[in-house]
């Protein structure tokens, strides 16, 4: 790799990290304001309510498309030659690198917010809110440790 081709990589994973961080404030904002909201299906739910639950499904899948396609990417155009290839290709180099506990888990937050992307019923919505609870705490945690990765390999923060 080039320097000028490898500093455009470091710069990309720069604004990306960047990127990244902001999106977990905003995903960590919705979810504090969601956590005490009853999501059973005999629980009927405010307006508000229902806004505050598609704040925290939209920056859901914005962070996941962020950690997943641009996050894991610009690591691996910082540390591979080549890099590139399908998810599964994808979460073994980060698997490697301990960014995730297993391919499973990435695979199980990929279809959640393939999920969010597709239309669903409104009984379908409720389960969805509560699956985003429950995958929340995980997706920033795999974020939190992206971020200290670049910051600790690269020295982004120095």
Request: proline fraction near 1%; charged fraction near 30%; glycine fraction near 2%.
């Amino acid at each position: 790799m080039t320097v000028g081709k490898n500093n455009l990589a470091l710069d990309n994973l720069r604004n990306v990290t960047i990127q990244l961080g902001k999106s977990k404030d905003w995903l960590n904002r919705s979810l504090v304001k969601c956590q005490n909201i009853n999501v059973s299906l005999d629980h009927d739910l405010q307006d508000s309510q229902y806004d505050d639950l598609e704040a925290l499904m939209s920056r859901y899948s914005r962070l996941t498309d962020i950690l997943v396609n641009k996050m894991f990417r610009a690591i691996d155009r910082m540390e591979l030659e080549n890099p590139g290839g399908s998810l599964i290709d994808v979460a073994n180099r980060m698997l490697k690198r301990d960014l995730i506990d297993s391919i499973e888990e990435l695979q199980i937050l990929k279809d959640l917010r393939n999920s969010i992307a597709h239309d669903y019923s409104e009984e379908d919505l409720l389960s969805l809110f509560k699956a985003i609870l429950e995958l929340c705490p995980t997706l920033i945690e795999l974020t939190n440790r992206s971020i200290a990765y670049v910051d600790k390999k690269y020295l982004l923060n120095k």
